[in-house]
């Protein structure tokens, strides 16, 4: 029986496309692996994301068998998603910022793109934006501070809503009609987000468009791993690269998860 489809991200952004693919597909298995020891990998330089991802991705597809990989992180998925392809025999679905959508969606042909400084220097994003929003004004916008936010809030710490205003002023008076959250931690703070920016901005993710691919892959499987554990709670577990606090364990066992462990990469 196939394993497990494997989520990927450097933190808690991740669950946020956990959250849409489980929709889509409850029944299965997964297992979420978080890089915590290195976020931000906003802030990474390209070859130690590369390199690292490969390394530690490949190494836990083999332990548990995975049967799909799931890059739920637009920072690695703009990036390192030809390599790790050739590494992998498994088929692997990337994330990257819903600019297709948005320049459609966008009345006013002018829309913005909030993602990590990674994601907003990289050749793909240009490419993106040149081939889907040529017909649209589009503001960049790089940040970090509210991937750390989304970690606190994860953790059940308190945020507040000034932190906020203050990281997206910017947005605000530039009068865009179509925000995309370019980074899959920003749905995590997409209420807080939103009151700030007024209902008239639409805030716009990849988590369907990632759910309908990945069901697409799954569904009608011959090997679909079915009904291995008895509960729908039982199918969720966690692996991460560093220790995580007791805030977050809690919000990972409300979430559903039944094991956390951290990855041991010495074996
Ligand atoms: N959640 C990630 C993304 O979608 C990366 C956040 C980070 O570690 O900088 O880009």
């Known amino acids: 029986m196939s394993g497990p489809i494997l989520i990927f991200d450097s933190?808690?952004?991740?669950?946020?496309?956990?959250?849409?693919?489980?929709?889509?597909?409850?029944h299965e298995n997964y297992c979420y692996l978080f890089?915590?020891?290195?976020?931000?990998?906003?802030?990474?330089?390209?070859?130690?994301?590369?390199e690292g991802c490969k390394i530690l991705i490949s190494l836990v597809v083999e332990r548990i068998n995975a049967s799909l990989v799931v890059i739920a992180c637009n920072t690695a998925s703009t990036l390192i998603l030809p390599s790790l392809r050739e590494v992998l025999r498994v088929p692997v679905v990337g994330v990257v910022p819903a600019v297709k959508p948005a320049a459609l969606h966008s009345r006013a042909k002018h829309i913005g793109l909030l993602a990590t400084p990674g994601t907003?220097?990289?050749?793909?994003t240009r490419v993106l934006i040149e081939q889907f929003a040529s017909d649209c004004r589009v503001e960049l916008y790089a940040s970090s501070e509210l991937v750390l936010l989304a970690?606190?809030?994860a953790s059940g710490e308190a945020i507040f809503q000034e932190e906020i205003s203050q990281l997206l002023h910017p947005i605000k008076s530039s009068g865009l009609d179509t925000l995309i959250l370019g980074c899959t931690h920003f749905p995590i703070l997409k209420v807080?987000?939103?009151?700030?920016?007024?209902?008239?901005?639409?805030?716009?993710?990849?988590?369907?468009?990632v759910a309908?691919?990945?069901h697409n892959l799954i569904d009608g499987r011959a090997d679909r791993n079915r009904a291995e554990f008895d509960t729908y709670e039982k199918r969720l577990s966690a692996l991460?690269?560093?220790?995580?606090?007791?805030?977050?364990k809690k919000s990972l066992a409300k979430?559903?998860?039944?094991?956390?462990?951290?990855?041991q990469t010495g074996q």
């Open 255 to 263: 979430f559903g998860f039944s094991t956390l462990s951290k990855v």
């Open 151 to 153: 970690e606190k809030k």
């Open 212 to 214: 309908a691919r990945v």
């Open 120 to 124: 907003i220097k990289r050749n793909y």
């Open 11 to 26: 933190g808690v952004g991740g669950l946020s496309i956990l959250d849409e693919v489980r929709k889509v597909l409850p």
């Open 240 to 248: 991460y690269t560093q220790e995580i606090n007791e805030g977050l």
């Open 35 to 50: 890089d915590n020891a290195r976020l931000p990998y906003g802030e990474l330089a390209d070859q130690e994301l590369i």
């Open 192 to 209: 807080e987000i939103q009151e700030y920016l007024g209902c008239d901005v639409l805030l716009l993710d990849s988590g369907k468009a």
